[in-house]
Nanobody, 128 residues
Framework: QVQLVESGGGSVQAGGSLTLSCTAS???????????LGWIRQAPGKEREGVAA????????DYAESVKGRFTISRVNAKATLYLQMNSLKPEDTAMYYC??????????????????WGQGTQVTVSS
């Protein structure tokens, strides 16, 4: 069992910043550093979009083109916590943000939309 709980969402004006957190609870015998992690978002009326992904050690990351240079994904394995630092926010970043996890595989870790474990989401609203 892998449970993920997001926090840190809220309302902010365009140009502002927010940091999302996601804490994991793993009870299937695995350890946190076996998992690649990611963030996914879904805006009203739009398809879900994979935002960012990070390998178990944290040293390699991947981003959607729409957030490159503005968002930073990171993790602290000792705290079983994933972060998404979001800067220069735009109204089009408004969405429900979900963290997700999958057992690491080198061939597929970037495919965050295919991760099997998701949290409940945290809402981010950016006003113009």
């Amino acid at each position: 069992q892998v449970q993920l709980v997001e926090s840190g969402g809220g309302s902010v004006q365009a140009g502002g910043s927010l940091t999302l957190s996601c804490t994991a609870s793993i009870t299937n015998g695995d350890t946190y550093n076996m998992y690649s992690l990611g963030w996914i978002r879904q805006a009203p009326g739009k398809e879900r979009e994979g935002v960012a992904a990070i390998v178990p050690g944290g040293g390699v990351t991947d981003y959607a083109e729409s957030v490159k240079g503005r968002f930073t994904i990171s993790r602290v394995n000792a705290k079983a916590t994933l972060y998404l630092q979001m800067n220069s926010l735009k109204p089009e970043d408004t969405a429900m943000y979900y963290c997700a996890a999958a057992r690491f595989r080198s061939e597929t870790w970037r495919r965050v939309m295919e991760y099997p474990y998701w949290g409940q989401g945290t809402q981010v609203t950016v006003s113009s």
